[in-house]
């Protein structure tokens, strides 16, 4: 039985993918962590940083889980009662679609208050990696953040409500619907109506398309992209990404 708390939880975002887009202060607590959690998103040059501790990878994929969210909630606990300094690693922001809020409440259940260290998002990073500005002033003049799906596995109803704004619409775990996505955007927007999606931004194995809510499965389907990927909708879209990409593409061809 544990007799009282000597060790501590942190939540740590670690950026887009980029292992050079993690904060200092979470590689700080990186260097000093007993444990380290780490999900499928982290790049794991980031736990060389790390010489002291063990390393767990508690990753998810879609139809693949190295662990439940119940039992990594568990594993949080039972470490730091037993007296270690952990690190939970995620990827991209501790607060965007991360499932940091539950492990906060179950570590709160049992005495434990977790330090959260925010992270560069995804879709921030690899919107301005890309040179798509999410806002741009007189033009762009706010962002959408939405999951394509929910916990049913059912598109997100927000995607119909998005579609008919004139933000620029950022898609999280949505290429499993991207189709059906689509076309609830076609239902608002013309057929012209600019899409682009990025597998693995920022990453060297980084894959991306850019098209319309009319070709953009087709050329997803083509290029071979599949999750993780990021969808960005919107004009702000070709603001700047057409001529970047294609001196990128010339850089590499």
């Known amino acids: 039985m544990h007799k009282k708390t000597k060790g501590s939880l942190t ?11 993690i904060t200092l202060k979470g590689i700080n607590a990186i260097k000093k962590a007993d444990i380290i959690l780490y999900d499928a998103l982290v790049s794991t040059a980031i ?3 790390n010489t002291i501790g063990e390393h767990f990878f508690v990753g998810k994929r879609k139809g693949a889980h190295s662990f ?41 259940q049992h005495g434990i208050a977790a330090t959260l260290i925010p992270g560069i998002s995804s879709f921030t990073g690899i919107a ?10 007189c033009q762009h003049e ?10 049913d596995g059912r598109p997100s109803q927000d995607i119909s409500l998005a579609a008919q704004s004139s933000a620029t619409v950022a898609i999280l775990m949505g290429m499993t619907h991207l189709k059906t996505l689509m076309q609830l955007f076609a ?19 980084e894959k991306w398309v850019k098209g319309t809510i009319e070709n953009i499965a087709a050329k997803v389907s083509e290029a071979g992209i599949s999750n993780p990927a990021t969808i960005f909708v919107g004009p702000a879209v070709e603001d700047h990404t057409s001529v970047w990409l294609n001196q990128q593409q010339a850089q590499y061809a």
Request: with cysteine.
């Open 68 to 108: 439940k969210q119940h039992e990594i909630n568990r594993m949080l606990v039972t470490f730091v009662l037993d007296g270690k300094d952990v690190v939970r690693l995620k990827g991209g922001d501790v607060s965007v679609f991360a499932r940091a809020a539950e492990e906060i409440d179950y570590a709160e």
């Open 11 to 21: 939540i740590v975002g670690a950026g887009p993918g980029d292992p050079e887009l």
């Open 142 to 151: 706010s962002i959408w953040v939405t999951t394509g799906y929910t916990c």
């Open 128 to 137: 301005a990696a890309h040179r798509i500005p999410l806002t741009r002033r």
């Open 47 to 49: 736990l060389a940083y």
């Open 187 to 205: 239902k608002h927007k013309p057929q012209n109506y600019p899409v682009a999606v990025v597998q693995n931004g920022t990453l060297p194995n």
